[in-house]
Nanobody, 118 residues
Framework: QVQLVESGGGLVQPGGSLRLSCVGS????????MGWYRQAPGKQRELVAR???????IYSASVKGRFTISRDNAKNTVSLQMNSLNFEDTAVYFC????????????WGQGTQVTVSS
């Protein structure tokens, strides 16, 4: 059974940085595309960034240039470095596994809260 566990969320001031991590188990993660999504209160879940097994990446326009997705296949880990955070980045961030370069897969983590507040 595939499981994804996120960590690294928290409270940060505008302009600050956070690094999210997602550790997977129960699957061959080196073969999976992985991604980060987020859901703000009252809004639909949206793509933040994805990375394929070949390390091709895509980003949403709202985070491009500020966020960086990376993966460590030896550790079954995908990370999201978030810089220059602003109020609009406040959301629950979810890890996703499977799917393709642009399409989400069937596996989701439980989410980690990121709050940007002064």
């Amino acid at each position: 059974q595939v499981q994804l566990v996120e960590s690294g969320g928290g409270l940060v001031q505008p302009g600050g940085s956070l690094r999210l991590s997602c550790v997977g188990s129960g699957g061959i993660f080196s073969l999976y595309a992985m991604g980060w999504y987020r859901q703000a209160p009252g809004k639909q879940r949206e793509l933040v960034a994805r990375i394929t097994s070949g390390r091709s990446t895509i980003y949403s326009a709202s985070v491009k240039g500020r966020f960086t997705i990376s993966r460590d296949n030896a550790k079954n880990t995908v990370s999201l470095q978030m810089n220059s955070l602003n109020f609009e980045d406040t959301a629950v961030y979810f890890c996703n596994a499977g799917g393709g370069r642009e399409l989400s897969g069937p596996y989701w983590g439980q989410g980690t809260q990121v709050t940007v507040s002064s």
